[in-house]
């Protein structure tokens, strides 16, 4: 077994490298909104308290209701 080190070798390591620094760099982008705007996100899950109810068929009814958080409601 030969292990030298050959630039055939370092030039197939890097390029392997490269290919996953080509993947993770588009993923990180897209992903890095969501961590750095993880505290709203939070917020706003935590402003929706979610009730059940259950019905004489003994099936859950799961409703929403929305806290008055004094800003425009668009949907509901």
Same mark, same amino acid.
Do not use: D, H, R, W
């Given at each position: 077994? @030969? $292990?030298?080190?050959?630039?055939? +070798?370092?030039?197939?390591?890097?390029? +392997?490298?490269? &290919?996953?620094?080509?993947?993770?760099?588009?993923?990180?982008?897209?992903?890095?909104?969501?961590?750095? @705007?993880? @505290?709203?996100i939070l917020s706003k899950? $935590? !402003?929706? $308290?979610?009730?059940?109810? &259950? !019905?004489? !068929?003994? &099936?859950?009814?799961?409703?929403?209701e929305i806290k008055n @958080?004094?800003?425009?409601?668009?949907?509901?």
């Amino acid at each position: 077994m @030969n $292990n030298e080190l050959s630039l055939a +070798k370092i030039i197939t390591g890097f390029s +392997k490298t490269l &290919n996953i620094a080509n993947q993770l760099i588009p993923l990180y982008k897209q992903v890095k909104p969501i961590i750095q @705007n993880g @505290n709203k996100i939070l917020s706003k899950l $935590n !402003n929706l $308290n979610i009730t059940t109810k &259950n !019905n004489s !068929n003994n &099936n859950t009814i799961i409703t929403n209701e929305i806290k008055n @958080n004094n800003q425009p409601t668009f949907f509901q």
